[in-house]
């Protein structure tokens, strides 16, 4: 590649995806709120956008008992559509069903029930980094620490710590290796094996 | 233009002669998955559509799910299965997160005596789970298929379906696509099968643009197969070992909802 192709491929790039932008402007203009959540360890992910992917920023997400309606807490998605929280947060520790309800200020809203089939629905990559959450108020210390609380609260950061991981792993898991893949794989060592070769009969 | 129209006749001289077309098929229980209904139960077949004569199919070369550039391999997942009293394949899916949900098909070559050739369908279906929308118009990279201009699911009957088709990524200027509608009234109790007022009506034929583009309304609500057909570049081996040419069919299947009916007021 030369130097001039370099600088010239993000360009490139750039312009196809605004192409591509360009060519599906319809689809960020519906308004219909899409809502999807799931649990992992303690913590509850709630997913809002609009159709065509966009994300439904500061909606408020407001979680109930499913089986009688009370309300149990109240939040706002982030920028990236995206609210957590602890399943002890609720109150009822870790009973579910939950309803999750998501609104929008022009009115919009739809609402993920949550029951416990869901626990570790999501096994795909999601596109947020959970890391940037801010962490549930509980794992602050205070004066009064037992060892138990000690416990509980490293496990809680341990988890909120490890979700990535968790999820990186789940999605590795998801998708085994290919044909292609242990080809690819296999013309790699063969030309490494090649390359050595060829530097031995140098010497 | 005159290219076009030379391409035209050129493909109408090369139509399968055929009464009822082979349709790669591959026919989910649903088009859209939700929190109610949070799986999908696929059935695969080579069969007759229209008529709903099936044909025994050895298991694909490959079966797979497609979401957002992302490939599943789901063949060793398959089942035999009964599919139109003959052999087919099925399995049960559920859609882990939002998203459109391809599914692939490639069956093995099928050699066709009576028309001296082997065929080979690609067919792909569209699944929409927990109400994602995006990429249902991005190409698969399959070696022959139709990318819908219209969005495959969330559809009436009656609506018209535009899509493009593609051999080797490239568009098909006057490619012949032949249109068959799943009749399934057989298989329900106390229905019988639809009576074509033709056997021209059993499959229909639509030719692509100059841009590979064709489109066709759909007159009623159900499953809709559409299959761009095309010679292959290549040849492959019949079962007496002679080297004969091969049919690329792009297919896809949409399904189209009833469009629901006024309620009265109490």
């Known amino acids: ?53 966009r994300p439904l920023i500061q909606g408020t997400v407001e979680v109930q008992n499913a089986e009688n309606g009370t309300p149990l807490l109240q939040g706002k998605t982030n920028e990236e559509g995206i609210f957590t929280f602890s399943l002890t947060k609720t109150g009822q520790g870790k009973n579910i069903p939950l309803r999750i309800i998501v609104s929008s200020d022009e009115g919009h809203r739809n609402e993920w029930l949550l029951a416990a089939e869901a626990d570790h629905a999501a096994t795909e990559q999601n596109t947020t980094d959970p890391a940037a959450t801010t962490p549930p108020p509980e794992i602050l210390l205070s004066k009064k620490n037992s060892d138990e609380q ?24 998801e ?11 296999l013309g790699y060592l063969i030309g490494l094996a090649g390359i050595i070769a060829w530097m031995k009969s140098r010497r | ?57 050895e298991r694909p070369a490959a079966f797979y799910t497609s979401k957002e550039g992302k490939r599943e391999d789901l063949t060793a997942r398959l089942s035999p299965a009964t599919v139109m009293g003959h052999q ?17 098909m490639e069956p093995q070559p099928y050699w066709e005596a009576s028309e001296d050739l082997s065929i080979i369908h690609s067919t792909k279906t569209a699944v929409s789970a927990f109400d994602g929308d995006e990429g249902w118009a991005e190409p698969l990279g399959l070696k022959t298929e139709i990318v819908p201009l219209l969005r ?34 057989k298989d329900r109790a106390g229905q019988k099968a639809l009576q074509a007022p033709s056997d021209a009506h059993v499959s229909q034929v639509v030719l692509a643009d100059g841009r590979g583009i064709f489109t066709f309304s759909c007159p009623a609500a159900g499953w809709w197969g559409f299959a761009a057909l095309n010679e292959g570049n290549f040849t492959l081996k019949n079962p007496q070992g002679k080297e004969k040419g091969v049919e690329l069919g792009a297919v896809l299947w949409l399904y189209l909802d009833p469009f629901p009916r006024a309620g009265t007021a109490q």
């Open chain 2, 152 to 185: 495959p699911f969330g559809n009436y009957g009656g609506n018209t379906f535009v899509g493009q088709v593609l051999l080797d990524g490239k568009p098909v200027p006057g490619s012949v696509v032949e249109v068959e509608y799943y009749d399934q009234n």
């Open chain 2, 1 to 57: 233009m005159r290219q076009t129209l030379a391409l035209c006749l050129l493909s109408l001289l090369s139509l399968p002669t055929s009464l009822h077309a082979h349709f790669g098929m591959i026919i989910p229980s649903a088009n859209t998955v939700d929190q109610q209904q949070p799986s999908v139960h696929l059935r695969l077949s080579f069969s007759h559509p229209f008529a709903g004569i099936g044909m025994d199919m």
């Open chain 1, 150 to 173: 000690l416990t509980r609260i490293l496990a809680q950061l341990l988890d909120e710590k490890l979700k990535p991981i968790q999820r990186r792993l789940a999605q590795a898991e």
């Open chain 1, 1 to 53: 590649m030369t130097t001039l192709q370099k600088t010239l491929r993000p360009l490139f790039l750039f312009s196809l995806l605004m192409a591509g932008l360009w060519l599906f402007p319809a689809l960020s203009h519906a308004h219909t709120i899409r809502v999807f959540a799931w649990v992992a360890g303690d913590t509850v992910t709630v997913e809002s956008g609009f159709s065509g992917g």
């Open chain 1, 175 to 185: 998708q085994k290796p290919t044909l292609t893949d242990i080809l690819g794989a």
């Open chain 2, 88 to 104: 087919g394949w099925s399995l049960d899916y559920s859609p882990k997160r939002p998203g459109v949900y391809w599914f692939v």
